[in-house]
C-alpha cells in the first residue's frame, strides 16, 4: 500500500538557518506532490505544488525539490522566522479526481 | 475570492447520538469536495469526497456517511456515534483538475465523543 513518511522528530532550529524537511513515499508513482502548513487548530494552508517532470520549484523564502528516482521531496525554507513555527505536511496525488495522500507532517519551531 | 465555512468549531456529543457536520463553499462553482479526519500529530485520513451533487464516494469503511444536496454544500453525518469517532474534522474544496489543483480547508471542527 501507498506510504509516506516525513521528519520523525520535530525540527527545531535557530532563525535565520535554513529548515529542510523531508517526504518520503513508497508503493506510489504520483503526478503531483504538494506542500501544506498547518497552524494548531486551524486547516491546512496550501503553499507550494511540484509536478514529477519539475526537479524544483520556488517561492520567496521557500524552495522545493521532487527526485522521483530517489522518491522523495525536499522543502526547505531559507532565513527562518519564529513566525515559520507550524506543521508541514506534503500530499501526494495522481490525477484521480484530485485525490490526495497526506503524510502525518513535521513540527517546525523556530527559536529566535 | 472563494471561502469555505465549517461549523461547529467546537462539538462534544454522547456516545449513541446522531451527528451532522456541515461545510460550505462560496465563489465557485462544480467544486470538488472532501471531508478528512485528523488524529492528533497524524496526517489528514480522507473519509469522503465528492465530484458533483449527489455523487460520493467513500474512502474508509466506518460508521459516518456524506451527502452533497447542493452544488456547495457537504455534509457528514452519523446515526449513531462510537468513542472512536472522535477527532478534528476537515472539509476541503478544489477546482476539478486532478491533483494539479490545491485543496483549500475550512478550519475544521473539533469532536469530542463522551
Known amino acids: 500500500s501507498q506510504k509516506i513518511e516525513q521528519n520523525s522528530e520535530a525540527l527545531n532550529i535557530q532563525e535565520g538557518k535554513t529548515a529542510t524537511l523531508t517526504c518520503n513515499y513508497t508503493?506510489?508513482?504520483?503526478?503531483?506532490l504538494q506542500w501544506y502548513r498547518q497552524d494548531p487548530g486551524r486547516g491546512p494552508v496550501f503553499l507550494l505544488l511540484i509536478r514529477e517532470n519539475e526537479k524544483e520549484k520556488r517561492k520567496e523564502r521557500l524552495k522545493v525539490t521532487f527526485d522521483t528516482t530517489l522518491k522523495q521531496s525536499l522543502f526547505h525554507i531559507t532565513a527562518s522566522q519564529p513566525a515559520d513555527s507550524a506543521t508541514y505536511l506534503c500530499?501526494?496525488?495522481?490525477?484521480?479526481?484530485?485525490?490526495?495522500?497526506f503524510g502525518d507532517g513535521t513540527t517546525l519551531t523556530v527559536k529566535p | 475570492s472563494q471561502t469555505i465555512h465549517q461549523w461547529p468549531a467546537t462539538l462534544v456529543q454522547p456516545v449513541g447520538s446522531p451527528l451532522s457536520l456541515e461545510c460550505t463553499v462560496e465563489?465557485?462553482?462544480?467544486?470538488?469536495l472532501y471531508w478528512y479526519r485528523q488524529a492528533a500529530g497524524r496526517g489528514l485520513q480522507l473519509l469522503f469526497y465528492?465530484?458533483?451533487?449527489?455523487?460520493i464516494s467513500s474512502e474508509v469503511p466506518q460508521n459516518l456517511s456524506a451527502s452533497r444536496p447542493q452544488d456547495r454544500q457537504f455534509i457528514l453525518s452519523s446515526k449513531k456515534l462510537l468513542l472512536s469517532d472522535s477527532g478534528f474534522y476537515l472539509c476541503a474544496w478544489a477546482l476539478p483538475g486532478g491533483g494539479l489543483q490545491p485543496q483549500h480547508f475550512g478550519d475544521g471542527t473539533r469532536l469530542s465523543i463522551l
Open positions: 465563489g465557485t462553482s462544480n467544486p470538488n
Open positions: 465528492s465530484v458533483g451533487i449527489g455523487q
Open positions: 500530499a501526494l496525488s495522481n490525477t484521480n479526481a484530485g485525490k490526495s495522500t
Open positions: 508503493n506510489y508513482s504520483p503526478a503531483y
